[in-house]
């Protein structure tokens, strides 16, 4: 069975900067199930991966855009700790990740993680960890299904036989 909309398919990846720098993987025996032409993946591999079938595998170097974008320096913000909310300021730390709105668009929540302390400040980034970045893509198939009208429905899998309990 050939990749292509509306599959469930299951992939083994690797995710290096053109380095050789190790960014992302998938863990041992667990691939990654995601449904085909959804945008849950970046579009390059998902571009990439159309028309491959399981048990064929591939490498594709992929630009910021066909990966997790550009950087945009309007995401990267500097917020008064008191903009915070009270049960958020023991946990303010580099790493921490919370949903807010975008800068420009008020409508879109977008996930937003701390940078730095600094002082009376917070720095955060709306910015996606590997946002700006060429990226190394090794990926290999372990296996494509049709998807069940209810992943079609949710947009995304329901892990290796379809089925989850939402
Ligand atoms: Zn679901």
């Given amino acids: ?16 900067t053109e380095g ?9 025996n667990e691939p990654l199930w995601y449904l085909h032409g959804h945008d849950n993946i970046v579009p390059g591999l998902e571009s990439a991966l159309a028309g491959q079938r399981a048990g064929d ?3 594709a170097t ?5 990966a997790y974008g550009q950087h945009d320096p309007e995401l990267d913000l500097k917020i008064a700790r008191t903009h915070f909310p009270d049960d958020m300021q023991d946990q303010l730390a580099p790493g921490l990740l919370f949903g807010g709105e975008h800068p420009d668009e008020p409508d879109i929540e977008i ?13 955060v980034t709306g910015n996606h960890p590997l946002a700006g970045e060429t990226l190394v893509f090794e990926v290999s198939i372990a ?24």
């Fill in 143 to 166: 296996g494509v299904r049709d998807a069940t009208p209810e992943e079609i429905e949710h947009g995304h899998t329901h892990g290796p036989d379809g089925h989850a309990e939402h």
């Fill in 111 to 123: 996930v937003y993680t701390v940078v730095a302390l600094e002082g009376e400040h917070v720095l």
């Fill in 1 to 16: 069975m050939k990749i292509a909309d509306n599959k469930a398919v299951a992939i083994h990846y690797r995710v290096t």
């Fill in 62 to 66: 992929l630009s910021p855009d066909e």
């Fill in 57 to 59: 595998g591939l490498t």
């Fill in 20 to 28: 050789g720098e190790l960014r992302d993987a998938s863990q041992p």
